[in-house]
């Protein structure tokens, strides 16, 4: 199969903008988008701060939606710019968060900072979504300042094993059983751009610690991010609890030597 041309993958990124902007309507209303308790938010704080340290840090929170990754950043008292290509993304998360953080309409494959600009990086649910990875990991490097981290936080949300599928099915049996609410995307559009994503087979840990490796980072490690999926689950709705252990989430700690 041929490489995608920066042509293509204009055309993909600007159907990518339009489907999660359409999607942002109702972002916050699921389980595994917002931060629904105290106590998935702690575990976020808890997260953070073992990847980041205790220390009030300039941090950049890549493909920010609505900001709930900002939210927990700004509670450790962290220096937080924001990015997102949405503009209905920024907006809510305008409104969530005023003047506390920097929040700003770009592209994460390609960044406006001068080199060494951040402390840290944190994205959630971005890397499966990238057109170019490569070209993403470069700016992400280049961007962070020696010593500096990059803390990913993503999933397999192509394949599932035998289990998860079981999972999955008994989730959506029990969500269609109790009556509760579905929120509509678009399943059409979602399987065309997902189909054309470079990840599209799927992203596991271990392609992207390669990549990563790649792109000159080192120290690359798991991070505990079963401790949020925890929290969610102990206080979504039944249907919502057993639906988040039916994918392959996870997050990646790495360093910029």
């Excluded at 995608?4 to 159907?15: A, I, M, Q, R, V």
């Excluded at 595994?32 to 998935?40: L, M, Q, T, V, W």
């Excluded at 751009?193 to 599209?200: D, P």
């Excluded at 392959?248 to 700690?253: C, D, I, M, S």
Aim: net charge positive; with cysteine; proline share 4%.
């Amino acid at each position: 199969m041929p490489a995608p041309t920066p042509h293509d993958n204009f055309s993909l990124k600007e159907e990518i903008r339009a489907y999660w902007s359409v999607r942002a309507e109702t972002f916050d209303q699921s389980y595994g988008h917002a931060i629904k308790s105290d106590r998935e938010l702690k575990a976020f704080q808890r997260l953070i701060r073992t990847s980041f340290g205790a220390k009030p840090i300039d941090v950049l929170d890549l493909a920010c939606g609505t900001g709930e990754i900002t939210r927990a950043l700004l509670s450790l008292n962290h220096r937080v710019t924001a990015l997102d290509f949405s503009e209905a993304m920024i907006e809510r998360a305008r409104a969530k968060h005023g003047k506390a953080a920097r929040i700003l309409l770009g592209d994460a494959e390609h960044l406006l900072d001068a080199d060494a600009s951040y402390d840290a990086l944190i994205t959630r649910h971005l890397v499966w979504t990238l057109t170019d990875p490569e070209a993403a990991f470069a700016e992400w490097f280049r961007v962070l300042r020696p010593g500096g981290r990059l803390l990913v936080i993503d999933g397999d949300w192509i394949n599932r094993t035998p289990l998860q599928a079981l999972i999955n099915r008994l989730g959506n049996w029990l969500r269609d059983k109790r009556g509760a609410a579905v929120h509509q995307i678009d399943s059409d559009t979602h399987a065309s751009i997902s189909k054309r994503f470079f990840f599209k087979d799927g992203l596991s840990q271990e392609c992207l610690k390669g990549m990563l490796v790649a792109a000159g980072f080192v120290n690359i490690a798991p991070a505990d991010y079963s401790q949020v999926v925890r929290a969610q689950q102990l206080t979504a709705p039944i249907h919502d609890a057993i639906r988040l252990g039916s994918s392959t989430r996870f997050a990646l700690l790495a360093e910029k030597r």
